[in-house]
């Protein structure tokens, strides 16, 4: 079992940052792909980015493409959705997950409680 624990979100203005991070319990952190989703309010919940076990791969929905990075530190079991140029469409709560290196959120074995990112105009 891995539970998936995410910090860093919070109110933020247009062309700001945010730094996302998640931390999973367990030794296994370094056997999962980590992959970040969002939810807004409405919507159903969408990709954003997915980084493999190893951190060799790595791939983003075309809407944060250019603006998101997605990182890991395996020594540290965290992984980081670092956010820059902030727009409101970027509003949603954000999830990270544990499972293979894909994009579909079906695909995932463990998330974690999400945390709520706003950008205001």
């Known amino acids: 079992q891995v539970q998936l624990v995410e910090s860093g979100g919070g109110l933020v203005q247009t062309g700001g940052s945010l730094r996302l991070s998640c931390a999973p319990s367990?030794?296994?952190?370094?056997?999962?792909?980590m992959g970040w989703f969002r939810q807004a309010p409405g919507k159903e919940r969408e990709f954003v980015a997915v980084?493999?076990?190893?951190?060799?791969?790595?791939y983003y929905a075309d809407a944060v493409k250019g603006r998101f990075t997605i990182s890991r530190d395996n020594a540290k079991n965290t992984v980081y959705l670092q956010m820059n140029s902030l727009q409101p469409e970027d509003t949603a709560v954000y999830f990270c997950?544990?499972?293979?290196?894909?994009?579909?959120?079906?695909?995932?074995?463990?998330w974690g409680q999400g945390t709520q990112v706003t950008v205001t105009s």
């Open positions: 997950a544990a499972g293979p290196t894909a994009t579909r959120s079906q695909s995932y074995d463990y």
């Open positions: 367990g030794r296994t952190f370094g056997t999962y792909a």
């Open positions: 980084i493999s076990r190893g951190a060799y791969v790595t």
